[in-house]
């Protein structure tokens, strides 16, 4: 039996603006609107960012709940919600945590510090915990991001000591200048560290989001694309992407493949979620 492939979409993130793409969803109704769109194409997770009312990055509960809101009210869809708990939106643990409480079936939790192009992606060990123990109060799952090495290395140690509970789902967020570049000797590097019995997508940022997918996809993972990691759909960066472009491409080429593509139950069961009836 062919193998199933989670397909990830990541809408909005904290860096691209209108200004940089028309196509970006900004709003809570365009977020959700998208996110609809790319579960119809086969993405199985929506990783979610929010804007406020200027466009700008928040971590506000108020606005994340208006996304989960409008996304509910698409009763047909049921695409997995993976909240973003990042840093750029927020500084402090409990600021970045704040919308845990809404219950997503997911969260990210990056378990490790990095460097963005203008500033450091701080996550000390008080915050780490903070951000886990919320999503382990509210049954929320972490997607483990991992932006260099460590971060893998630092999981396997958490779930080691029973802080993290297996199996894990990582994602390899590979190509943010000032952490790790995007490079299949990378990607196979995290690849052969990852534990037993755990789950995995690779984020490929920049010119190399194919090559990477197409990798990580003949190694047995999955993949995450979308407007947050890149706004260009060509390698020579001359034709802007959207959404659901993206899903699109990965979608055709994991099917080229001879894999199957997971829908939002399929990757429930993979990634060891409870089920929806």
Known sequence: MPRKVIITVALTGNVPTKEMTPHLPVTPQEIADQAYACWKEGAAVAHIHARDDKGLPTSSVDVYRQIMECLAGKKDCDIITQLSTGG???????????????A??????????????????LNDPDTISHLNSEMAKYNVKPEIEVFDAAMLHNAVHMASKGVLSAPLQFNFVLGVPGSLPATPKNL?????????ECTWTVTAIGRRQVELAAMALALGGNVRVGLEDNVFYDYEKKSLATNVDLVKRVRNIALAMGLEIADAQEARRMLSLPTKN
């Open 88 to 102: 750029r939106a927020g500084n402090s643990a409990l600021e970045r945590g704040q919308m845990i409480c809404l």
């Open 104 to 121: 997503p079936e997911m969260a990210s939790l990056a378990t490790g510090s990095s460097n963005f192009p203008a500033k450091a992606n």
């Open 188 to 196: 196979f590097y995290l690849y052969e560290s990852l534990p037993a």
